[in-house]
C-alpha cells in the first residue's frame, strides 16, 4: 500500500526558507518518479518539482525555478522540497505526490497517488 505523509509546513514571513518532507512508503523510491504540487484556495493545482529517478532529472514550475529544490533520500524514502526566498504568492497548500502516470514535456506530469498535504502560508 503506497503512503506519502507530508510534513514541515507552516507560517514565515517573505523572504524566509521552509523544507519539506514526504516520507513515503509501499513503492520503491529509487525507481519511481516522484513530484510537489501545490493549490492555494480558488486556484488550480500547480506543479511545483518533478524528479525522475531514473535519469535524476529535475524540473520545476517557472514561479519557483531558482528558489525550491527536490532532492530524494533513498535511504530514508524520503523526498523533500527546499524552498527559499518564498513570497505570498508561494501560499498554498503542498502535496508531494508518486508513481508516474503521463509524461509530458520530458517528464511527468500526472501521479497516481497523492499525499494530503501540508500548509505553507508566507506573509508579507
Not at 517573505?14 to 484556495?41: K, M, T
Not at 529517478?53 to 519557483?64: F, I, K, N
Request: aromatic letters at 8%; one cysteine or more.
Amino acid at each position: 500500500q503506497v503512503k506519502l505523509v507530508e510534513s514541515g509546513g507552516g507560517s514565515v514571513q517573505a523572504g524566509g526558507s521552509l523544507i519539506l518532507s514526504c516520507e513515503v512508503s509501499g513503492f520503491d523510491l529509487s525507481r519511481n518518479s516522484v513530484g510537489w504540487y501545490r493549490q492555494a484556495p480558488g486556484k488550480e493545482r500547480e506543479a511545483v518539482a518533478h524528479f525522475n529517478a531514473l535519469s535524476g532529472r529535475t524540473d520545476y514550475g517557472e514561479p519557483v525555478k531558482g528558489r525550491f529544490t527536490i532532492s530524494v533520500d533513498n535511504a530514508k524514502n524520503l523526498v523533500s522540497l527546499q524552498m527559499h526566498s518564498l513570497k505570498p504568492a508561494d501560499t498554498a497548500m503542498y502535496s508531494c505526490a508518486a508513481i508516474c502516470r503521463s509524461v509530458s514535456g520530458g517528464h511527468c506530469d500526472d501521479y497516481y497517488y497523492r499525499g494530503q498535504g501540508t500548509q505553507v502560508t508566507v506573509s508579507s
